[in-house]
């Protein structure tokens, strides 16, 4: 029997040398934005003559940031649970229940996906404009639950593909209820998948900016509203510093995800163990 010869060198070699100039290639931008931040002249510019940390006391003393991060706070923390709520329970509906109109239901569910947000939220400007509504902050609550649904859908579902039904047949068997049944252990187990769906979709809302820019007013305008506006009128490394705290916090919360969750087995990236 004839043994497959391993890969050609060239391969060996220029595969890793490809990603690598991928990933550099990707990875570019944030790194000019990284060192503009620190940037000590008033002007965006890079390389930076000089350094200092000026732009970023600015970005936690200026009043329009602090309202801009309270508002986002505020529809970043109802929206999520909101998705959480019903995209669990749509999630378990769907994987469980069988009924006409199943698959249709599914590809609206997840049509967020496809469909430019601008769309979305021109869309409900134009509903709310003809139907005479005003324009607070349960529309964009409303908005960015539409938004991000579709990853507290998929993420919950992944987990219910791992969970064995055979566990709460079993509870059920012994004699406990269906509300006992369902907190004890159907929950429980798809809670990795909830935390998943959540943190996404909560990251998601707090940096959705195309459809909130349609559904927002002065009053309830997130904070990347607020950078849109303020880069309109200034052009000083403001901005740079508020993307250097948006990417270390993201990143962090991912990676303390992954430590404590495994975000693999929760997207089904990897099996579990």
């Not at 690598?20 to 570019?28: D, E, M, P």
């Not at 409303?142 to 079993?170: A, G, I």
Request: aromatic fraction near 10%; hydrophobic fraction near 55%.
């Amino acid at each position: 029997m004839r043994i497959r010869s391993a890969a050609p060198l060239w391969l060996r070699i220029g595969a890793p040398i490809l990603i690598a100039l991928i990933l550099a290639f990707v990875l570019l931008p944030v790194v000019v934005v990284f060192l503009a931040s620190f940037n000590d002249k008033a002007l965006l510019t890079f390389p930076p003559e000089s350094w200092s940390l000026r732009w970023f006391r600015r970005v936690f003393t200026y009043a329009d940031f602090r309202d801009g991060f309270h508002a986002s706070l505020v529809v970043t923390i109802w929206s999520s649970v909101l998705a959480l709520v019903i995209g669990t329970g749509l999630a378990v509906a769907v994987k469980r229940m069988e009924f006409p109109g199943k698959n249709l239901l599914q590809a609206i569910l997840l049509s967020p996906l496809v469909i430019p947000h601008f769309t979305v939220g021109l869309g409900l400007l134009i509903l709310v404009a003809q139907l005479d509504i005003e324009r607070g902050y349960g529309l964009v609550i409303l908005c960015h639950v539409m938004l991000v649904l579709p990853f507290v859908l998929r993420s919950v579902y992944v987990s219910m593909e791992n969970l064995d039904e055979r566990l709460e047949q079993s509870a059920a068997s012994l004699g406990a209820s269906p509300l006992r049944v369902l907190l004890t252990i159907t929950v429980p187990l798809l809670a990795p998948g909830m935390f998943g769906g959540w943190m996404f979709a909560a990251i998601m809302s707090f940096s959705e900016f195309t459809a909130s820019l349609f559904v927002t007013t002065q009053r309830t305008q997130t904070l990347p509203v607020t950078m849109y506006n303020y880069v309109r009128e200034f052009a000083d490394p403001t901005l740079a510093a508020l993307s250097v705290v948006y990417i270390v916090l993201t990143a962090a919360l991912l990676i303390f995800a992954n430590r404590f969750l495994g975000l693999g087995r929760v997207l089904n990236i990897e099996e579990p163990r």
